[in-house]
């Protein structure tokens, strides 16, 4: 069993950057990889970036702005974002799975809470 808690979100301007953290429980956070992904109101959950359990992949879907990494030492991920955009407002959820191709069609074990993020323009 793995626990996700995020951190890091916030109320932000237009342009300007936060990173989000996931801390994760558990002596297997090494194992699994981890992923990002935003649900803003109304509108279907979606695929924000993955990372293998090394750290030697990652599926950035909002290229050049976006940029997750890993410490396994302390069992957490991090997405940093910047320049960032009103439609970048959702709530971030951070997520665990198998392979970083399973995150990247939408599955995943295990969920964090999320937490919100709001870019004002």
């Known amino acids: 069993q793995v626990q996700l808690v995020e951190s890091g979100g916030g109320l932000v301007q237009a342009g300007g950057s936060l990173r989000l953290s996931c801390a994760a429980s558990?002596?297997?956070?090494?194992?699994?990889?981890m992923g990002w992904f935003r649900q803003a109101p109304g509108k279907e959950r979606e695929f924000v970036a993955a990372?293998?359990?090394?750290?030697?992949a990652t599926y950035p879907s909002v290229k050049g702005r976006f940029t997750i990494s890993r410490d396994n030492a302390k069992n957490t991920v991090y997405l940093r974002m910047n320049t960032l955009k009103p439609e970048d407002t959702a709530v971030y959820y951070c997520?665990?799975?198998?392979?970083?191709?399973?995150?990247?069609?939408?599955?995943?074990?295990?969920w964090g809470q999320g937490t919100q993020v709001t870019v004002s323009s």
């Open positions: 997520a665990a799975g198998d392979m970083d191709f399973d995150l990247f069609r939408g599955s995943a074990k295990y």
């Open positions: 990372i293998s359990w090394s750290g030697g």
């Open positions: 558990g002596r297997t956070f090494g194992s699994y990889a």
